[in-house]
């Protein structure tokens, strides 16, 4: 199966013929409704590793700010539910990145993601422990009071 690449460059067009399961690129929706005439982009591949680590901390630095806000609020607030369903979302979050997106990012960036992955994870997983802890403090003086 043949597909084709263009690159433009130096201001003319380039066309390279590849197979597309012998090239590693990371997939792309393009999600904006642009309309250009008589073009339709519902997929992309790129295949430039600078570009698509770029986009990945891109994508990755805005959950780690949604996570980190939750982190806050759940430390405001005592939402066990709240708690318990992002701490699932993170690791779901963690086992993307181990899967999907370790082959596109740099080493040492990808370390320093799972540290900061792990932390958050501890600290949520901290809180939840000690609201449980304390709904179960709370349970046992009732019962003691009775």
Do not use: C
């Not at 891109?58 to 709240?82: C, G, N, V």
């Amino acid at each position: 199966m043949k597909k084709n690449l263009f690159k433009l460059k130096d201001e003319k067009i380039e066309t390279k013929y590849f197979l597309l399961n012998q090239v590693d690129g990371y997939i792309v929706h393009p999600k904006n409704k642009v309309n250009f005439s008589k073009i339709s982009i519902k997929e992309m591949t790129i295949f430039d590793r600078d570009f698509i680590d770029k986009i990945l901390r891109k994508k990755i630095q805005k959950k780690l700010e949604y996570y980190t806000k939750i982190l806050i609020a759940t430390i405001e607030e005592e939402d066990e539910d709240a708690t318990r369903i992002a701490l699932d979302d993170l690791e779901r979050f963690k086992e993307i990145i181990l899967t999907k997106y370790k082959k596109f990012l740099k080493e040492n960036y990808y370390k320093l993601l799972i540290k900061k992955l792990n932390n958050l994870y501890r600290k949520m997983r901290e809180k939840q422990l000690v609201m449980n802890q304390n709904e179960l403090n709370f349970v046992t003086e009732q019962k003691k009071s009775k």
